[in-house]
């Protein structure tokens, strides 16, 4: 992955004579602002991770850990003003150790997702669960709840598989220490879903499985017995998910399962969207979208939206029945080789020819991200009620299918504080946004009413590192043991020397007011629920108006 042709995203942390920046993959985050800091620090073992902290300790600087290309999108990584210390994981990025006889491997925290899995696989060892892109260091996925999809087991997400971990944590009167959690540690529930509250993450260890093989049949199906067959489907399947095209009514149904070890295939998966992709294609399709948006042409989205659906269908989403292609279902192959893609990450080193579809550096992909868990003894109702939305207005959840749909997981209760409540359904809704933040989106409405009733009506938790504003407006309430986070967050680091307004806005802690921003126009990126028509684009025919479904709803919607 860092070979001489390897051309990654750029690192999210600049610095000059008069200080650092830091932002995320996307280059901006949700107020378009990005983080300032006094100075930047990437150290390269424990010791100077140790020394870092202390650093900042000494100073009552206020710091903040980035990962290695920064994915979150809301404002985590923020080291809280200008006179704050960014501590980067870059260069922590080693594998420690390997156990064979427990299955347990040891990696700092700046190891990449795909470095792990390619490490574990020398050994016959798998990681049994993961996200599905590569490009995710294991502290920051951990900190954020990252996941794949299972009710199996200790169920989808990575954190679960968390055995030991070594933490950093500053101390009062200037100075730091390490601390060790195993399996035992009270507080090692605390530390897995941190948000790098708690202090540095320095390593981490993992319970591996046995290395094994996996088939994947992609099957489509009509949407109306969604409601039925979803609960069902997850507990059948352990590593299916589901794409809901709602406006073709149509679900991909992703049946994914272990098979035995002799079962013939060596399957790939190259997912088409993490794919290097040539940057002139990537700015033609972001040309035609804005396009679409321009003239609030929604047949155009939906007509495009379905011959993307087809053409990923041919060639199967990116699976691969081995190195050449794909020829046919079902998709046959070792764990390591079907968890997780991010061939994009190796992509030539002419940014003119090829990137990833998001890179900022490039005219490509720029979109906001609302994902959110619902309770399994609620996904039903949930689905039915953006069904009966979306028939009120047919084409207007096109634009999440040009973005590959409704990504659907699942995801089990979990031990951690800030871990799943209850066994869950994750939705996934990428779409369309705009360079300019005053300009709205065409038919917004209809995703801020579906937004709004999976957080408020339904009571959704919005995944940690995606969102946003609103999604974390009063969200600490929402979990169980939310008290029991903050009393650990007291007690690794007693200055609040990890935190910054946005976090405190989050938890609702401190003087923070929270983090909605009441200003014109600020319901358009999600800052705030329109109050006021002001709060949208009356200028240009968005009006604050009640949802047409959940009528609690406060939505910017178009009227002529």
Not at 389 to 410: A, H, K, Q, T, W
Not at 444 to 452: C, F, N, R, V
Request: glycine share 10%.
């Amino acid at each position: 992955m860092n070979g001489v042709w390897c051309s990654p995203p750029a690192p999210p942390v600049k610095c000059d004579t008069t200080g650092c920046t830091v932002s995320n993959a996307y280059g901006i985050f949700p107020d378009r602002w990005t983080c300032s800091a006094a100075a930047a620090i990437f150290p390269s073992s424990e010791e100077e991770l140790l020394e870092a902290v202390a650093t900042g300790s000494r100073k009552k600087q206020k710091m903040r850990v980035v990962t290695r290309w920064s994915h979150s999108i809301p404002k985590l990584v923020c080291p809280g003003g200008e006179e704050g210390l960014i501590i980067s994981t870059q260069e922590l990025k080693r594998v420690v150790s390997v156990d064979e006889e427990s299955m347990r491997m040891s990696v700092e925290s700046g190891a990449a997702l795909g470095d792990i899995i390619s490490a574990a696989a020398e050994y016959k060892l798998a990681l049994p669960q993961t996200p599905y892109w590569k490009g995710l260091t294991i502290g920051g996925l951990i900190s954020t709840g990252a996941h794949g999809s299972s009710l199996f087991g200790k169920g989808s997400a990575v954190h679960e598989y968390v055995v030991g971990m070594r933490l950093v944590v500053p101390l009062r009167g200037g100075n730091a220490s390490v601390v060790t959690f195993n399996s035992s540690h009270a507080d090692l529930d605390a530390a897995k879903v941190s948000l790098g509250l708690l202090g540095g993450i320095s390593q981490v260890t993992l319970q591996l499985q046995a290395m094994f093989k996996r088939s994947i049949t992609n099957v489509r199906r009509d949407e109306q017995d969604l409601e039925e067959s979803i609960t069902e489907f997850g507990r059948t399947h352990e590593f299916g998910d589901l794409t809901w095209y709602p406006g073709q009514r149509k679900i991909v149904y992703r049946i994914d399962d272990r098979v035995p070890v002799n079962q013939s295939g060596d399957g790939v998966n190259d997912f088409i969207g993490f794919r290097q992709t040539l940057t002139a294609g990537l700015a033609i399709t972001r040309l035609a979208e804005e396009m679409q948006e321009a003239t609030k042409d929604a047949k155009g989205k939906c007509m495009t939206a379905k011959l993307q659906v087809e053409a990923l269908e041919i060639i199967g989403s990116g699976f691969k029945n081995n190195d050449l292609g794909f020829v046919k279902y079902p998709i046959v192959g070792y764990q390591n080789k079907l968890q997780a893609a991010g061939s994009c990450l190796n992509s030539t080193e002419d940014l003119l020819l090829t990137a990833c579809p998001w890179d900022p550096r490039i005219k490509g992909e720029f979109f906001h991200q609302t994902t959110m868990k619902i309770n399994m003894t609620k996904i039903s109702d949930f689905i039915t009620d953006i069904k009966r939305l979306r028939d009120l207005n047919p084409s207007g959840s096109c634009g999440v299918e040009l973005y590959n749909g409704i990504l659907m997981r699942f995801v089990k209760a979990s031990s951690a504080y800030l871990g799943a409540n209850e066994d869950s359904v994750d939705l996934d809704f990428t779409y369309y946004r705009s360079k300019d933040p005053m300009v709205p989106r065409l038919d917004e409405d209809m995703l801020e009413e579906i937004e709004q009733m999976g957080l408020f009506k339904y009571g959704g938790t919005p995944h940690w590192g995606k969102n946003r504003n609103i999604a974390f407006q009063g969200v600490l309430k929402k979990y169980k043991k939310g008290e029991d986070f903050l009393k650990a967050m007291k007690k690794y680091d007693p200055e609040g020397l990890f935190s910054n307004e946005w976090t405190d806005g989050m938890l609702g802690i401190g003087k923070s007011k929270g983090v909605v921003i009441d200003k014109d126009g600020c319901a358009l990126e999600g800052l705030c629920l329109c109050a006021g028509d002001r709060n949208c684009a009356p200028h240009k025919g968005y009006f604050c108006r009640a949802g047409r479904v959940y009528v609690y709803a406060r939505v910017c919607r178009y009227e002529v």
